[in-house]
């Protein structure tokens, strides 16, 4: 018998980074904590996992608290593998991601690390949940996020979740002075975004780019995680990876393949 | 005007793959072809995006045609970008992504690299298909494949595919003297791998891994892309990226968060 739920706790901008930092904190109010995270920042990952190349996973001692935590050298969804398969002497309670420094509602879900591990969580089938702030900043502030953090956890652990469902939590950057007016469950806004590569010229003159972007919105209702979040709600999608388009698939049988 | 369609090819196997030479050949009877595919192999590597790095994306002179190719530095998802926004001087009539040497069906479309390309065709607007055959070898036979990817190909260039929709297009490896059965629309089974890491240690005594996994099938379906490409048909799986789980949306806003 364990008294305390066992927590996963991983992200994509590596082990050092403040959102991770403010997650285990909040974590360590609820269960037994263990660290796996990727050793270097792996933004936009999406669901990458390592085939061609070896892993590395080391534990490392923290100065500042006595749990066990582990840099990973793989990707956010090879971390939850290596704690499932190879870390972990029961299957966790409960996954946390994040909290990531900047989006992940709409379509950059799919670009994400961050959701890539709670939905690598899910397939496992463990209640998983990924953290996010709108706010790309080192120097982000999380200390508003702490409370609704703990109750989404909590609320997980107590109703579980359906098989192959996961949480995509994303919280809005407040201006000075403001608080979240909520919590709004949402769906996935329709959007994408339009590239604007950056061409450069390399010391031995060649060519090359930076991938860069805007964020182009193409939904227009109020029940989208966009909508909340420019609203000032923190956004609640509930997500699947069945990826299976179901509408079309009766349209499909009428083609002559 | 342009009396041939635009028809961008791309893969995740690298563009010396035998698997997208074979595509090429195909796509070059139905329309004008550009290849826009990795220069070195993209197995696993999902929907990534290169956010933190350089992208090289250099045209090539391939010697036995006289078509537009290009190999990109960067991941699958990078190709279509940078093939949307910098190299094409028009929005491509299909896109298609492949042949993976090795299967996309069930879970394994989401660390797929194929199938992120086809996806971020879709996510621009693009028709795209992505096609895999069950055979990991470089020297696998895609003879049989040709009439059907044709086919294919050409009933969504005639009919289109709704918004937010790609196809997900599974060969099964056919034991010697056998045909395909036929083409199964199919949905995506519910599976998972069982990780089984391979701990070995390197020349320096530090401890690595190497990411192996059986596969689980958590499906009794026949109406799955496994059930499809265990009987010898094609499976083709229509494919969306809208993620959000609607049919848990009601029950979590019963939630007290």
Redesign the interface.
Known sequence: MHSKPLILVTNDDGITAPGLRNLISIMDEIGEVVVIAPDS?Q??????????S????DLITNDDRNKEEYRCS?TP??CV??A???VLDRKPDLCVSGINHGSNSS?N???SGTM?AA?EAG???IPAIGFSLLDFSWNADFKKLKQ?IK??AL?VLK?GL?E??VL?VNFPKLEEGKDFKG?R?S??A?A??????D??V?PQG??????T?KFKYLDEGEDTDIWALENDYIS???????????R??N???E???
């Open positions: 920042p933004s936009g990952m999406g669901h990458a996992i390592t085939l061609d070896t892993i590395y996973c793989g969804a090879d593998k290596m499932v398969s190879e379509i879900i799919l670009y890539s939905i397939i496992e089938g609704h109750k989404i609320e109703n359906p192959g469902v995509n919590i469950i769906r996935q329709r994408n975004w339009k590239e604007e590569f061409k450069r390399n060649k060519e090359y780019y930076w991938l972007g609640v999608v509930p997500v699947h990876f069945d990826l299976t388009a179901h079309f698939i349209d499909l049988k083609w002559k393949l």
